[in-house]
């Protein structure tokens, strides 16, 4: 089973508004990242939130973290028609080698 | 300036042959990782390359076959292709290769369909 999974599926907003995903992991990390993907394009990365952190902002984006949950949000504020594409949430597995991705947040912002 | 390229970029193929697709990435880093995404946007890792040699394997069938003939270069050798071979691989690079730590920078992407 994926080590990451991303809530909701697919969320769609106007413009200006925030968005907020979510992501669950199983096991104990060290690490937890988001990358954007736009249609077509590979990934980029966006931001990385170490086990002793609870929160790390940058520009638009806020990303927490709760490791007594097993979970991390990436809140994007005043969200742009520009900001439409598919957020992953990356983690490691318990060797600490190999990065796993969830299945991503689709996001679709109307201007 | 590209930072990790692969190429082609589309590729229909049918069934049966074999194709190879390219990677190279010029920002110096040891580690380089072959993925695929399928039309479910799942990701999913397939082999690792630290300074050419192999360090992750997945459980990805012997048809599949990566060579990395120096740090910068990691192709993947596909043959006997077959209908769920069809998916985007996207090639990746990172300074050290440790997982989550490392910051990953990929490709454009190869959409690959066996017809």
């Known amino acids: 089973s994926q080590q990451g999974e991303e809530d909701p599926q697919a969320l769609s907003i106007q413009e200006g508004e925030n968005a907020t995903m979510n992501c669950s992991y199983k096991?104990?990390?060290?690490?937890l990242q988001w990358y954007r993907q736009n249609s077509g394009r590979g990934l980029v990365h966006l931001i990385l939130?170490?086990?002793?952190?609870r929160e790390k902002h940058s520009g638009r984006l806020r990303v927490t973290l709760d490791t007594s949950k097993k979970s991390s949000s990436l809140l994007i504020t005043a969200s742009r028609a520009a900001d439409t594409a598919s957020y992953f949430c990356?983690?490691?597995?318990?060797?600490?080698?190999?990065?796993?991705f969830g299945a991503g947040t689709r996001l679709f912002v109307k201007a | 300036d590209t930072a990790v390229s692969q190429t082609p970029k589309y590729l229909v193929t049918q069934m049966g042959n074999d194709k190879s697709i390219k990677c190279e990435q010029n920002?110096?880093?040891?580690?380089m990782y072959w993925y695929k995404q399928d039309s479910k946007k799942f990701l999913k890792i397939m082999f690792s390359?630290?300074?050419?040699?192999?360090?992750i394997n997945e459980t990805v069938p012997n048809r599949f076959s990566p060579k990395s003939p120096d740090k910068a270069h990691l192709n993947l050798h596909i043959n006997s292709l077959e209908l769920g071979d069809s998916a985007v691989y996207f090639c990746?690079?990172?300074?050290?290769?440790?997982?989550?730590?490392?910051?990953?920078?990929f490709g454009p992407g190869t959409r690959l369909t066996v017809l």
């Open positions: 990746a690079s990172s300074r050290r290769g440790q997982g989550a730590s490392d910051t990953q920078y």
């Open positions: 096991t104990s990390i060290n690490n």
């Open positions: 939130i170490r086990s002793n952190e």
């Open positions: 990356a983690t490691e597995d318990t060797g600490g080698f190999k990065t796993i």
């Open positions: 920002l110096g880093h040891d580690t």
């Open positions: 390359y630290n300074n050419k040699e192999l360090i």
